[in-house]
C-alpha cells in the first residue's frame, strides 16, 4: 500500500480566494486522482492527474476553478479557486495501487476539509 | 440512472448478526468491485475486492459477485459495534477504465 499525506488536514476560508491543497505520495505512481466528497455524500471525482501531461477533468469540474499540477511521480496539487460557501467539502486524493491493472484498487489520503464562509 | 446503486439504507443490526450490503451496477464491462469502509471524518479504506464470479471470503467478510446479475454484495458476520461505518460499493474498469465509479453509500449500525 501507498503512504499518503495531503496539506492542509482543514481550513476555513472567505468566499472569493483561493486554496491549494497538496499531495505527497511515499511512493511514485502514475495516476494520481482528486476526489471531493459533499457532506453525507459519496466520493465524485474531480479530475485525473498525470505526470507530464494535463489533468482530464470530470463533468462539471474545470481547470479554470480546479487547477492541478503534477510536477512529479509522488507529488500533486489542487487548487480550489474563488471560493463559494458551496465548495465547502473534504477533498481527498487518492493513487491507483501498483497490483494488477485488473483491480484499479485506489489508495486515499486522508483529506481535506474545506469550510468556505 | 446511477451506474453504481448501493441499497440505501441505514442499515442497523444487532451485534453479532449478519449484515447485509448490496449493490448493483449498470456497466457490463466493469471488472473489479471494491467494498470500502468510511468512518465518519476518514477516509476510505479498502476492505474487499472482487472481479470472478462467485464468493471471496476473508475473515468476517464475504464479499459476492454475480456478473449476470450485476450484482455485488457485502455479507459481515458476527457484526461488532467497530464495523459502524458507511460502506461504499465501488466499481472499476468497463467504459471508466483506470476511474473508480461510487455508490452513494450505505450506513451501517452496529447497536450492542
Known amino acids: 500500500s501507498a503512504v499518503i499525506s495531503q496539506k492542509p488536514s482543514r481550513d476555513i476560508c472567505q468566499r472569493g480566494t483561493s486554496l491549494t491543497i497538496q499531495c505527497q505520495v511515499d511512493s511514485q505512481v502514475t495516476m494520481m486522482f482528486w476526489y471531493r466528497q459533499q457532506p453525507g455524500q459519496s466520493l465524485t471525482l474531480i479530475a485525473t492527474?498525470?505526470?507530464?501531461?494535463?489533468?482530464?477533468?470530470e463533468s462539471g469540474f474545470v481547470i479554470d476553478k480546479f487547477p492541478i499540477s503534477r510536477p512529479n511521480l509522488t507529488f500533486s496539487t489542487l487548487t480550489v479557486s474563488n471560493m463559494s460557501p458551496e465548495d465547502s467539502s473534504i477533498y481527498l486524493c487518492?493513487?491507483?495501487?501498483?497490483?494488477?491493472?485488473?483491480?484499479?484498487?485506489?489508495?486515499f489520503g486522508p483529506g481535506t476539509r474545506l469550510t468556505v464562509l | 440512472q446511477k451506474e453504481v446503486e448501493q441499497n440505501s439504507g441505514p442499515l442497523s443490526v444487532p451485534e453479532g448478526a449478519i449484515a447485509s450490503l448490496n449493490c448493483t451496477y449498470s456497466d457490463r464491462g466493469s471488472q473489479s468491485f471494491f467494498w470500502y469502509r468510511q468512518y465518519s471524518g476518514k477516509s476510505p479504506e479498502l476492505i474487499m475486492f472482487i472481479y470472478s464470479n462467485g464468493d471471496k471470503e476473508d475473515g468476517r467478510f464475504t464479499a459476492q459477485l454475480n456478473k449476470a446479475s450485476q450484482y455485488v454484495s457485502l455479507l459481515i458476520r458476527d457484526s461488532q459495534p467497530s464495523d459502524s461505518a458507511t460502506y461504499l460499493c465501488?466499481?472499476?474498469?468497463?467504459?471508466?477504465?483506470?476511474?473508480?465509479?461510487f455508490g452513494q453509500g450505505t450506513i451501517l449500525t452496529v447497536h450492542p
Open positions: 492527474a498525470n505526470q507530464g501531461s494535463e489533468a482530464t477533468y
Open positions: 465501488v466499481g472499476a474498469g468497463g467504459t471508466s477504465y483506470g476511474k473508480l465509479t
Open positions: 487518492s493513487v491507483e495501487a501498483m497490483t494488477s491493472p485488473l483491480r484499479n484498487e485506489q489508495f
